[in-house]
């Protein structure tokens, strides 16, 4: 009896859902030919009223008339569109792309400028520990798990095409690689650093000391707001500046009488500004002059400060920006290491070789000799000389180490390096150099 219940209800269920979806089918068909009704009308009406002759515009309206009246004029949704309540539904995110997508709300003004302050109070508030990585790194991955185990909480920079932060880092650390981890605004290295910290028992030391402070520096001004600046450019004041961005960032406009160097070129141009000159350094929102500045201030510049907020705070001040052509300054520049070669004033003793001519490996040797006198002046200065290739009595070298891009490169190669060769051995012509310009 009870399995004679269960094959009724069951036939009466499948009766009841076979009914409601005829019903539903026999609703999408009618509005499916209402539909077409309606944009075949749309297209009867449009044609006739656009027609040349008189008659058919008039039975055209006449059309439209009729339609309206009895509600062919319009296709109704097939169900109410519900309002909005104004909420957004949590979506899962990375922490890096949410802080990405507030600042595109801050630069596109979608969010105030007091949520603005309240968000770098967050940043300020952070984790002692952060950690600069790109995506998909697996060294990252393992540095972020030892965090996690051992509950220590960190913030995580995904630097993956970010090439502002990217050069930053590239200067702060000296390093191209990531992870880059800091534990209180010092950099500590990667992951290996990280796991030698932890495996020695140093890792909750590092946690427990406060920042570095660098006491010699205190008294130094790091930024400089535009308003301090802007009126002494607009008085004809000759300030020293420096626009740290892209060759085609500056494409875009420069501030009047800024020098163009490059993040990545700082150390090695450095040599072309005054030591005792205040330089005034920006990018486009101040993050890669800050650390511009602390390039500079390892080579001995105490009065190298950023521009707060950057060529953006500059031209929402009303601050005007110029092409690159017309940005040069107007003030002579001092290079303070002018092309004086380390060699000058060596005295050169006769070797004794005479009219002898060397040829093939015996030249060879002869020439690394040299070389081998002159490589301790160099590599004094952080640099080194390398042979590359000797042909028709021409010496082809290169210098490597901070010698690469140091202005004083050429003078070392002209001045020191082809003048002791040819000192010593008479028969050589000259020196070449990929680091030699022509002439």
Not at 68 to 80: E, I, R
Request: hydrophobic share 40%.
């Amino acid at each position: 009896m009870r399995n004679a219940d269960h094959v009724h209800d069951s036939r009466e269920t499948g009766l009841t859902l076979t009914e409601c979806a005829a019903t539903d089918a026999i609703a999408m068909l009618g509005t499916l030919f209402r539909r077409v009704t309606v944009r075949t009308l749309d297209v009867v009406v449009d044609r006739g009223r656009s027609s040349d002759h008189a008659p058919v515009r008039a039975a055209a309206t006449a059309l439209d008339r009729v339609r309206g009246a009895v509600g062919l004029d319009d296709v109704a949704p097939q169900s109410p569109v519900p309002p909005w309540s104004g909420s957004v539904a949590e979506q899962p995110m990375w922490e890096t792309d949410r802080r990405k997508l507030h600042k595109h709300q801050l630069d596109h003004g979608i969010i105030k400028d007091e949520q603005e302050a309240e968000a770098e109070a967050e940043v300020d508030a952070g984790p002692v520990v952060k950690v600069y990585y790109k995506r998909g790194c697996p060294y990252a991955r393992a540095a972020m798990d030892l965090l996690r185990e051992r509950e220590i909480a960190f913030e995580d920079n995904d630097v993956k095409g970010e090439d502002a932060t990217l050069s930053w880092l590239k200067i702060v650390t000296g390093q191209s690689t990531t992870p880059q981890i800091f534990i209180n605004g010092e950099s500590i290295g990667g992951f290996d650093e990280l796991r030698e910290l932890d495996q020695s028992g140093k890792l909750q030391e590092r946690l427990a000391q406060a920042p570095a402070a660098a006491s010699d520096d205190e008294d130094l001004v790091d930024e400089i707001e535009v308003s301090d600046v802007l009126p002494r450019i607009e008085a004809g004041t000759a300030v020293r500046l420096i626009d740290v961005r892209t060759t085609a960032e500056v494409q875009q406009g420069m501030i009047t009488g800024s020098l163009h160097v490059p993040l990545d070129q700082i150390d090695a141009r450095h040599g072309e500004l005054d030591l005792a000159d205040v330089w005034i350094v920006y990018c486009k929102s101040g993050q890669r002059s800050r650390a511009a500045v602390s390039a500079l201030r390892g080579h001995g510049f105490r009065s190298a400060v950023s521009l707060q907020g950057g060529i953006e705070a500059w031209s929402a001040a009303g601050g005007k920006v110029v092409s690159p052509e017309q940005a040069k300054p107007r003030h002579k520049l001092t290079v303070l290491h002018p092309e004086r070669s380390p060699f000058e004033g060596l005295a050169l003793a006769d070797d004794g070789m005479g009219g002898e001519v060397l040829e093939g490996e015996a030249l060879v040797d002869r020439v690394k000799e040299v070389l081998d006198e002159c490589r301790p002046m160099v590599q004094a200065d952080g640099g080194d000389i390398e042979l590359l290739d000797v042909q028709d009595n021409v010496v082809h070298v290169q210098l490597t180490g901070n010698c690469v891009g140091c202005p004083s490169s050429q003078a070392t190669l002209r001045q020191g390096i082809e003048r002791r060769l040819k000192a010593r051995i008479p028969q050589l012509s000259g020196i070449a150099s990929p680091q030699l310009t022509p002439g």
